[in-house]
């Protein structure tokens, strides 16, 4: 528990068994649960989470990075935790910032809490390729002027939400694919939930994971669309669908089966 609230911590992983011990190590104590959805991994990911006691799911089928956080949210609801973490499991970020993102949320402040790359200038000398600092600035440029923010980034890999922010959304509306992590910013930022950041050092090495150059360029202009779709509602003009309004929610019932628990 962190600041009266309890705390559940989600990792999406996907041939993660390099770096799952790792990230997890870090983890602060005070964390109320950990639940890790396996996409299918072909690395032993899984096996390594029982190992280390972490509740899994494994997804017999690969469904993609937004598909698993669907997964993460999904049953990260069906606890009785306040705040919910996401967090990749390959030991990019620092976890001991939890606490911090955490206790930022129970102050009352804020609904959503960014772990920002980019704030405190440590992204480079993290080691995150110069291409991808520069369309990193770029896109987020671009977002915060269609969107009416003041985001330092986008596209961090490591947030924290009250409850309600993922239970409210229709976030089963959205992406299956990367472009998953802007379409919940946009959500949020047009239900009117507050979001703040916190400077976090980044790590680049051989392990970790990073999607190719041409899924970056794809996932590029979908960030681009999703930022244009956010820019209509703000004008009252009909939008993409995860922003109508009455689209479908995580806790709405799913059709079809969910993933095995392990």
């Known amino acids: 528990m962190i600041?009266?609230?309890?705390?559940?911590?989600v990792l999406p992983a996907y041939n993660a068994a390099g770096?799952?011990?790792?990230?997890?190590?870090?983890?602060?104590?005070?964390?109320?649960?950990?639940?890790?959805?396996?996409?299918?991994?072909?690395?032993?990911?899984?096996?390594?989470?029982?190992r280390l006691g972490i509740e899994t799911i494994v997804h017999p089928a690969n469904r993609g990075y937004g598909g698993n956080q669907k997964s993460c949210y999904r049953a990260a609801l069906g606890g009785p935790e306040e705040v919910v973490v996401m967090l990749h499991p390959d030991y990019q970020y620092s976890p001991r910032l939890l606490l911090a993102m955490a206790s930022?949320?129970?102050?009352?402040?804020?609904?959503?809490?960014?772990?920002?790359?980019?704030?405190?200038?440590?992204?480079?000398?993290?080691?995150?390729?110069?291409w991808r600092y520069l369309a990193n600035r770029v896109l987020t440029l671009v977002e915060n002027l269609l969107l009416?923010?003041?985001?330092?980034?986008?596209?961090?890999?490591?947030?924290?939400?009250?409850?309600?922010?993922?239970a409210t959304l229709p976030l089963a509306e959205n992406s299956d694919d990367f472009v998953f992590d802007n379409q919940?910013?946009?959500?949020?930022?047009?239900?009117?939930?507050?979001?703040g950041e916190i400077s976090c050092p980044t790590r680049y090495f051989e392990e970790a994971s990073s999607i190719s150059f041409l899924r970056s360029v794809r996932y590029g202009f979908g960030v681009l669309a999703c930022a244009g779709?956010?820019?209509?509602?703000?004008?009252?003009?009909?939008?993409?669908?995860?922003?109508?309004?009455?689209?479908?929610?995580?806790?709405?019932?799913?059709?079809g089966g969910v993933a095995a628990s392990r």
């Open 104 to 130: 930022m949320l129970a102050s009352g402040h804020y609904d959503v809490v960014l772990a920002s790359r980019i704030l405190g200038g440590g992204a480079r000398s993290g080691g995150m390729p110069w």
């Open 229 to 255: 779709a956010g820019w209509l509602g703000r004008l009252g003009l009909p939008s993409a669908r995860f922003l109508r309004p009455g689209g479908r929610r995580l806790t709405d019932p799913q059709p």
């Open 184 to 195: 919940i910013l946009v959500q949020a930022l047009a239900a009117g939930y507050r979001i």
């Open 148 to 166: 009416g923010a003041k985001l330092s980034e986008f596209h961090s890999g490591f947030r924290a939400f009250r409850r309600e922010v993922l």
């Open 19 to 50: 770096t799952l011990e790792r990230t997890v190590a870090e983890i602060p104590p005070e964390v109320d649960r950990i639940l890790l959805v396996d996409d299918a991994s072909r690395d032993g990911t899984a096996e390594l989470a029982g």
């Open 3 to 9: 600041g009266g609230l309890r705390v559940c911590v």
